[in-house]
């Protein structure tokens, strides 16, 4: 390898101050609904994925917390396993130690409950520094806005799929954010 690619590949993945400050303006998750919640086992459990063990990954706020909670104690009820709660703040030199405890217990799949601009640099942690796949993560609605794949990065997110507050789904595909309506809904 040579020692610029090298040195390209040791840099930080840290988002910069003027991408930063140019998404300042979104929002800080709002507290999740009952449908919300029911969207996102419902993912988790859908017919062959397989899904036993998760991680649970969560930032700091009020909300984000309440969701991780709430989506523990539903999924343990169902029969679920939780293998690590790791929580990160909003601002951070690295995210490096969350990123390796998120990733380090190997479940099946991750869910996550954040506040967006906190979850795009942890993301491009994840995916400079670890095993994470977007395409195993689950997210609740706070994430559920374009300018979180944007701001991550291109391809990022690739994969991720999360629920909507009134019990649709969303996923991510090729920095894309694409909302579908809760079942049964017409299009």
Do not use: N
């Not at 909300?63 to 939780?82: H, K, L, P, Y």
């Not at 507050?165 to 969303?170: R, V």
Request: net charge negative.
């Amino acid at each position: 390898m040579s020692i610029l690619k090298d040195r390209e590949t040791s840099r930080s993945p840290l988002i910069g101050a003027a991408d930063l400050a140019a998404h300042a303006d979104l929002p800080a998750p709002a507290a999740h609904t009952e449908a919300e919640l029911a969207a996102l086992i419902g993912l988790l459990a859908l017919p062959g994925a397989r899904i036993e063990t998760v991680t649970l990954g969560h930032s700091r706020d009020t909300a984000s917390r309440a969701a991780a909670e709430a989506f523990a104690d539903a999924w343990t009820a169902r029969g679920g396993t939780v293998l690590a709660t790791v929580s990160w703040p909003e601002t951070a030199a690295s995210w490096l130690r969350p990123a390796q405890r998120l990733t380090a217990a190997l479940p099946d799949a991750w869910v996550l409950a954040a506040a967006p601009l906190g979850l795009a640099q942890l993301a491009r942690r994840l995916r400079h520094s670890t095993d994470w796949d977007p395409a195993r993560s689950y997210a609740f609605a706070g994430l559920q806005d374009a300018r979180v794949p944007a701001l991550a990065g291109a391809d990022v997110l690739h994969g991720l799929r999360g629920a909507t507050a009134d019990g649709g789904t969303w996923d991510v595909r090729h920095g894309r954010l694409t909302a579908h309506p809760p079942a049964g809904e017409p299009v």
